[in-house]
């Protein structure tokens, strides 16, 4: 399949909350209980502020894949880490997407001095668990027991990777 990675744009909003909330919906990748609605993209903007959020379109222009850096922490003490996200449609999972989206924010990463870049992960996502293991991540902590969603409760692993 042929796409592009660009720099998000608020025209992409819709694509990518329809994305995150199959997610909301059907796993355990993102934490909400429910769908979010149209304007929680404008947290995303907030969040992501002066950090790469990149989207993946195919030809069309049709967004199947996101993926974002954000600040580890406010404080400039924590400036060197960051925080990373990765959403791909599920028809287009497999695809290398969210690999190229992966490999595009670690470079990144490394451009803004960013050493150090951590993912928060439910212990019931196999998935990413797997993948981020696989791209040289670490769990480096585990909050036991405190997520809570669709009945079941899971642990927050956090995985950290050296750029």
Request: with cysteine; glycine share 10%; proline share 4%.
């Amino acid at each position: 399949m042929d796409y592009r990675l660009e720099p998000v744009t608020i025209e992409d909003g819709d694509q990518i909350i329809d994305i995150f909330n199959y997610y909301v919906e059907n796993s355990f990748a993102a934490y909400p209980e429910s769908k979010v609605s149209r304007e929680f993209f404008g947290s995303f903007l907030n969040l992501t502020h002066g950090y790469p959020f990149l989207v993946a379109k195919d030809m069309g222009g049709k967004v199947v894949g996101f993926g974002s850096l954000r600040p580890y922490s406010p404080l400039p003490t924590f400036s060197r880490a960051a925080e990373i996200t990765n959403f791909i449609s599920p028809e287009h999972i497999g695809m290398g997407i969210g690999q190229h989206i992966l490999d595009s924010l670690l470079d990144l990463a490394r451009r803004m001095g960013i050493v150090t870049v951590l993912a928060s992960i439910s212990s019931l996502n196999q998935a990413s668990l797997a993948f981020h293991k696989k791209n040289g991540f670490v769990e480096c902590g585990r909050f036991v027991g405190i997520g809570r969603k669709m009945g079941k409760g899971f642990d927050v692993v956090w995985m950290q990777r050296i750029v």
